[in-house]
């Protein structure tokens, strides 16, 4: 509902493996926090059910801005790590933002 | 994984009363399969959390195939039972693909 056209929406969809559990939260908390101190940051929301598959978006500026948090060497390293032992499978589809509209309970 | 480049991604975010948790969940199961069934559907992902919040991207093949899926009567009308019962509030952010990428675990 803070969404302005022309952003970036990157879409983080993962499956977990269940493994590290607490390592996992860990990092997960503390990329959050990374990625909100990175230039053009707009947002992130992250949903994950008892089966283990997530969604994570996060917001930028613009394709710059998404384009260096992926490139943010820490966050590199934890995507390494994610891979070793946190995921069975992820996908990341990088879309514009068109529009958004919300509703909010009276 | 399987996104290609101009399809639309609808980024619903919802916040769950926690109200009638079995109305809530054969309402959904519906309603992916009724999208499943829409003109120019590409995929649906889901999860929710125990906090109540939760995120579900639908694909579409263009514009005409999301704004088709948000007039669809029958979704419209579980909508509205959304707003009476099941939602303290949503977003709906749509974005159009531009790339995607993905790993599996070997």
Do not use: K
Request: hydrophobic share 40%.
């Amino acid at each position: 509902m803070d969404r302005r056209s022309g952003e970036v929406a990157v879409i983080f969809a993962s499956w977990r493996t269940g493994a590290d559990e607490g390592g996992y939260a860990a990092a997960a908390a503390a990329m959050e926090a990374l990625a909100a101190r990175q230039p053009g940051y707009r947002g992130i929301e992250s949903a994950r059910g008892p089966d283990g598959f997530g969604i994570t978006v996060s917001y930028w500026a613009d394709e710059a801005a998404a384009t260096a948090w992926r490139d943010q060497p820490d966050h590199a390293a934890i995507r390494d790590a994610g891979r070793a032992r946190w995921y069975r499978r992820y996908t990341v589809t990088v879309a514009r933002v068109e529009r958004d509209y919300g509703w909010t309970a009276a």
